[in-house]
């Protein structure tokens, strides 16, 4: 049984004993001990840190019977420490001896003599980089020692007919949170938590072994540096336990490892995949990279990509080792920003239609991927991105969020770090800049880019200075006489709708003819309007083309318009209300319910007020924004 290691081939060796106490996985520890009750063989499969080997021991040690283990760690794996050698069919000599060394077995003697006709567990540990020959001896175990089982951890599955896998990733974020403070105590006595360990081991990918190591720089750093140090997670938690393999001493041990088992092709591909955030289709990989199916099923099956719902991603902690090793100039940062331009200039159509929410929904997706694009594009191409997608962030109610990157692309465009005042975390769009912002900064700058660039891209320009949340200034008044000497009228219809909600009237400016931008314009003319009874002339009609159109934003917003105008504005505002809700446009949702708030309290219905102030808040709370109930700030 799991009990004491003699030199008897009868007897299996003794479990490793734990330090610390188990933490999380009890939804995987049921299952793997249902799946080794119930297979022969069970695979736990996952990248290296994940906690695969604490996993099975716990699991081996409640399991009643004889569970024995090997560790093939320290044997070296076919040419020399890396995967890809070829089998003999008989199992590598290492790989042997390591199982006769952990079954005390001498001379001759061969494990599956020492294992007939016994019912034991037994678990082999670190397969991945012997993992040919471990499956060969495996299998060859299992064929003649039909009462074995054997429990297997591996960052690749042995690929034996029969075998069971259990693929362990991050730890859930409670208990990845719980994890970091036990660990954290134990090093910095009373220790009880702090407000940014969630987002610390979020960064971490939730990680087992990365978030131990971070715990254990509490010696010396604070919970704010280690989270503030993310970007250099390598040499952030570049110490461990001395005791521990090499392999898992630091983070970039654990994903040296890993990528050391990778063929040449499989690190190239692995390299540029880097480029993606938050995850890409196969489609967009194989654009992107130039790999097909067989590559990236590769990088899958050594866990070094995740795939879940049709999307292929690496955690961060690998995607930066990865970015590491991307060569500069790589053709796949060009192709990157290329596709998700394509991208974004399809759906920007379609999110003036009956196919909006859809469109919507596909660009959610690639909101990660779309900003990596924004950070490393050339500012020209910048402002067409920045056009293109306004639309959707729009649409969305993302402007806070990207003003800062679109301030960014305006200072390198003018050449003037800090030209631009950025809105501060949860700013909404209307912020002005701040008071210390020096007016003229990047005045010589931005005027002499725009005889060579800025005339032909006076549009985008504009969109971008509006996406910045800046209402006066330089690049203000740079965009308004570059819009005004357009030639030809505007390809993008929001944007004199966005410039006059948030700057003013852009007189003598064309519009395109299209339907959607003419209902557009009438709703532009409705707010200029000098007396209501024209605005809901004009507003009816805007209504009655965007519902042809089966547009959902502009037909709220024309909705919204009427309600201000009518006697009886509830039903209007109920239906702008569903419709803004549909699109996720949290910011239109909270004006709504509270302007809906205040008609109810004029109306004597107290409760149905405090039931949309409440709903408001909570709206509010769930899109990162400040509470619209709270009194101003002093």
């Known amino acids: 049984m799991a009990g004491r290691t003699t030199a008897s081939p009868r007897t299996v060796p003794l479990l490793p004993a734990p330090l610390t106490d188990f933490v999380g996985r009890e939804r995987e520890r049921e299952r793997l001990a249902s799946l080794v009750t119930a297979a022969r063989l069970v695979t736990l499969v996952g990248p290296g840190g994940a906690g695969k080997t604490r996993l099975a021991l716990e699991v081996g040690a409640e399991l009643p019977g004889e569970v024995g283990f090997v560790d093939l760690g320290a044997v070296a ?58 499956a060969v001896l495996v299998r060859r175990l299992l064929a003649a020692c039909p009462s074995l089982r054997v429990l297997t951890t591996s960052r690749e599955a042995l690929g034996i007919t029969g075998e069971s896998l259990l693929p362990l990733g991050a730890l859930a974020p409670e208990a990845a949170q719980e994890l970091f403070v036990r660990r954290a105590a134990a090093v910095r006595p009373g220790f009880t938590g702090h407000a940014r360990v969630a987002e610390l081991c979020a960064g971490l990918d ?9 715990a254990a720089r509490l010696r010396s750093l604070s919970v704010e540096e280690l989270a503030d140090g993310l970007g250099e997670r390598f040499e952030l938690l570049s110490r461990g336990d001395r005791t521990a393999p090499e392999r898992h001493r630091t983070l970039r041990a654990v994903v040296d490892w890993s990528w050391s088992l990778l063929e040449p092709e499989e690190r190239e591909l692995a390299a540029r995949l880097s480029v993606f955030r938050g995850g890409a289709t196969a489609e967009a990989v194989a654009a992107v990279c130039g790999a097909g199916r067989g590559a990236l099923a590769s990088l899958v099956e050594k866990s070094l990509v995740e795939v879940r719902d049709g999307r292929y991603r690496m955690l961060e902690t690998i995607r930066a080792h990865a970015a590491e090793r991307l060569p500069e100039g790589d053709p796949a940062v060009a192709a990157h920003h290329a596709y998700y331009r394509a991208l974004a200039e399809t759906a920007d159509p379609e999110l003036r239609g009956p196919a909006q929410l859809e469109w919507l929904t596909r660009l959610d997706e690639e909101d990660a991927n779309l900003r990596a694009a924004l950070r490393s594009s050339t500012p020209e191409e910048g402002l067409r991105l920045v056009a293109t997608l306004t639309p959707y962030w729009w649409l969305r109610g993302l402007r806070a969020r990207v003003a800062p990157l679109a301030a960014d692309l305006l200072d390198r465009l003018a050449g003037s770090e800090g030209a631009v005042p950025r809105p501060g975390p949860g700013a909404r769009t209307q912020a002005r800049p701040r008071a210390d912002a020096d007016p003229a900064a990047g005045v010589g700058a931005a005027a002499g880019v725009g005889a060579a660039v800025l005339g032909p891209l006076a549009e985008e320009y504009a969109l971008c200075v509006l996406a910045a949340g800046l209402r006066d200034g330089v690049h203000v008044e740079r965009a308004r006489e570059l819009l005004l000497a357009r030639p030809s009228p505007l390809r993008q219809p929001y944007t004199a709708f966005l410039w006059s909600t948030a700057i003013g009237p852009l007189d003598g400016i064309r519009l395109a003819g299209d339907p959607w931008s003419r209902s557009l314009g009438l709703v532009g003319r409705a707010h200029l309007a000098a007396v209501p009874a024209e605005a809901e002339v004009l507003l009816t009609d805007a209504l009655a083309g965007f519902r042809a159109l089966g547009e959902r934003w502009g037909t709220a917003t024309a909705l919204e318009g009427l ?6 504005p509830l039903p209007l505002l109920a239906e702008a209300l569903a419709l803004f809700e549909s699109l996720g ?34 709206t509010a709370r769930r899109a990162g924004l400040s509470d619209p109930t709270a009194p101003p700030s002093p």
């Open 77 to 134: 794996g076919a040419g020399g420490g890396t995967a890809g050698g070829a089998s003999t069919g008989e199992g590598s000599g290492d790989v042997s001896a390591a199982f006769a060394a952990a079954l005390g077995l001498r001379g001759e003697a061969r494990p599956e003599t020492a294992l007939a006709g016994r019912p034991v567990l037994l678990i082999v540990d670190n397969c991945e980089h012997v993992v040919a020959e471990a």
């Open 206 to 214: 939730g990680l087992p072994l990365a978030v131990e190591l971070a």
């Open 563 to 568: 309600a201000a105008l009518s006697e009886r």
């Open 585 to 618: 446009v949290a910011e239109d949702v909270v004006d709504l319910l509270l302007r809906r708030a205040d008609l109810h309290e004029a109306a004597g219905d107290p409760e149905s007020a405090a039931s949309d102030r409440t709903r408001a808040r909570d």
